[in-house]
């Protein structure tokens, strides 16, 4: 069966997997047992205002596990709905070059030689970007692609400030510069409905990506978790979060917006049920997923651009 990128309308992670590499590959999520300079005391020690305990790894394996047995552990878990053997391996817990060169040599390679990993996928801090770390990056994509995932979530100071970011945007900047220079993709992490953003400030982070040279990006919408601080906010000052429907349609007016040669990684989440608080309708991906995909079929989330896209688009990928 032939994918064509309009089953979806946009330019999906799926797509892109399966037009590169002839099938899906599924994430297998690694915890390399590190930290963050937002937890060990470097910047602070409660990390970001919505970061559960888990360091955003609440679904990646156990750190006391081998490399290699968490790749096994995880192609165990998704056996029954994958028949293929190639996976990516994502470093996703904390922040993951937040560590020693020595050490990130020793747990990439492990990773990035097993004859099952097709990609090695990073999340990290773009303030956590050595010279020495963006060296062995750069080795490692000779052997097979290196991802980077930078966490961004927003351009406005304001709301960085306020989630305890800690690192300001030209420092982003330059570690995609860094990045690009050697040759490696970068997938921009995005939060949107923030406390205090309006729609009209989602939009403007995503148009701030289309001036920068990232390859993919994500869109993920705000969770609140337990034990976070961003729980205790929401409990003695609530504010609005959106409507499944109101979220569609913030998606539909990003990606209406969005380069077109960006691939789309993601475009909601799923918070582990047992942490959940709000929004509550998140908690069933599947049902999420079908109804946004049911919901975009069915409405011109294009406000009348989608010939130029769709001819924007096929230049880019084919």
Known sequence: ????????????????????????????????????????????RRGCIFCSAGGSGDFAESCHLSITKQIEHGKSKVSKKHTGSSYIAYFQAYTNTYASVEYLREIFTEAIIHPDIQILSIATRPDCLAPEILDLLFEL????????????QTIHSHTADFIRRGYDLPIFEQAVRELRIRKIDVIVHTILCLPGETAKDSLETVQYLNTQDIQGVKLQLLHILKGTDLADYYREHPFPLPSMEEYFELLGRCLCILRPDIVIHRLTGDGPKPLLIAPLWTGNKRKVLNQMQAYFKTHDIWQGKELSLCQNLTNYIN
């Open 1 to 44: 069966m032939t994918v064509r990128w309009d089953e979806k309308r946009y330019y999906s992670l799926d797509y892109y997997l399966k037009k590169t590499y002839g099938e899906k590959l599924y994430k297998i999520s690694l915890n390399g047992g590190m930290t963050c300079p937002n937890r060990d005391g470097t910047l602070g």
């Open 141 to 152: 994509n000779q052997i097979k692609p290196v991802w980077v995932e930078l966490g961004l």
